[in-house]
């Protein structure tokens, strides 16, 4: 039911989106600023974390797993296309308080100078449910994933296995923290995405793949070696944002 809601909220979003959709601005094109999409590309499509859960859920049926993964990251992959294109496609790139470098300068998403251009309340809305509903699904796969990651520590570890201790040590710190710190979650996105995430989602499964192959040259060893490429890159590339070099670099203000 929620996963249904979140289709409805997006296609009322997409719908209502489109009123000012110049395709002109489609043709704009600068690709020195792709390594800016990066760490948000990690955040979007990592799904590693619930990879035991999807596991035990479905059996291990490795057939089942593989379409489970596959559909989710394609479904993804599909939404955040049809939201890009009608963005880039309703914002210009420069141009006052309404426009891409405005949105990043100010740490706010799309939604919010969007909401202005069109001044639809069907979109806002729509988008303010869409945003809450994906949180909600979000939070409810990292908790699920989370619980399990806990758990498997506590067996091994601690030789316990009460559900309310699992559940304590789960769900308190981060619910801590939030009350503490609300903006952490904004504050840390760049850090985490470019740098955590890619670490542990793009840089040491390829190390895996290496050390689990280490005598067969294939398609898979090149492919590990090129995910930890990219991820050293995308590491040094957000390392080099946090520190304020890539604003002077790219003159970005």
Same mark, same amino acid.
């Given at each position: !039911?929620?996963?249904?809601?979140?289709?409805?909220?997006?296609?009322?979003?997409?719908? /209502?989106?489109?009123?000012?959709?110049?395709?002109?601005?489609?043709?704009?094109?600068?690709?020195?600023?792709?390594?800016?999409?990066?760490?948000?590309?990690?955040?979007?499509?990592?799904?590693?974390?619930?990879?035991?859960?999807?596991?035990?859920?479905?059996?291990?049926?490795? =057939?089942?797993?593989?379409?489970?993964?596959?559909?989710?990251?394609?479904? =993804?992959?599909?939404? /955040?296309?049809?939201?890009?294109? %009608? $963005?880039?496609?309703?914002?210009?790139?420069?141009?006052? !308080?309404?426009?891409?470098?405005?949105?990043?300068?100010? /740490?706010?998403?799309?939604?919010?100078? !969007?909401?202005?251009?069109?001044?639809?309340?069907?979109?806002?809305?729509?988008?303010?449910?869409?945003?809450?509903?994906?949180?909600?699904?979000?939070?409810?796969?990292?908790?699920?994933?989370?619980? =399990?990651?806990?758990?498997?520590?506590?067996?091994?570890?601690?030789?316990?296995?009460?559900?309310?201790?699992?559940?304590?040590?789960?769900?308190?710190?981060?619910? $801590?923290?939030?009350?503490?710190?609300?903006? %952490?979650?904004?504050?840390?996105?760049?850090?985490?995405?470019?740098?955590?995430?890619?670490?542990?989602? %793009?840089?040491?499964?390829?190390? @895996? @793949?290496?050390?689990?192959?280490?005598?067969?040259?294939?398609?898979?060893? *090149?492919?590990?070696?090129?995910?930890? *490429?990219?991820? %050293?890159?995308? $590491? *040094?590339?957000?390392?080099?944002?946090? !520190?304020?070099?890539?604003?002077?670099?790219?003159?970005?203000?």
């Amino acid at each position: !039911m929620l996963i249904l809601a979140i289709f409805i909220c997006f296609i009322v979003l997409a719908i /209502s989106g489109v009123r000012h959709f110049n395709a002109p601005l489609l043709l704009n094109s600068n690709w020195k600023y792709l390594p800016f999409s990066l760490p948000v590309g990690v955040s979007a499509f990592h799904f590693h974390n619930i990879i035991p859960t999807i596991s035990r859920h479905l059996k291990h049926d490795q =057939g089942k797993i593989r379409l489970a993964i596959a559909s989710g990251v394609g479904i =993804g992959l599909l939404i /955040s296309l049809i939201w890009v294109t %009608i $963005v880039l496609a309703t914002l210009p790139e420069h141009g006052g !308080m309404n426009s891409l470098f405005s949105a990043y300068h100010q /740490s706010i998403p799309a939604t919010v100078p !969007m909401a202005d251009v069109l001044q639809s309340p069907v979109f806002l809305i729509s988008g303010f449910i869409f945003a809450l509903l994906s949180i909600t699904a979000s939070f409810i796969a990292n908790g699920l994933g989370l619980f =399990g990651f806990i758990r498997d520590l506590c067996a091994c570890y601690l030789k316990a296995s009460s559900t309310l201790a699992i559940a304590t040590l789960t769900f308190v710190p981060p619910l $801590v923290v939030t009350l503490t710190y609300p903006r %952490i979650f904004l504050d840390a996105l760049d850090g985490v995405g470019g740098l955590g995430e890619t670490v542990l989602f %793009i840089i040491l499964p390829g190390v @895996v @793949v290496l050390k689990l192959l280490p005598h067969r040259a294939s398609i898979l060893q *090149l492919l590990a070696l090129t995910m930890i *490429l990219v991820g %050293i890159f995308i $590491v *040094l590339f957000t390392s080099a944002e946090l !520190m304020g070099w890539i604003r002077f670099w790219f003159h970005l203000g």
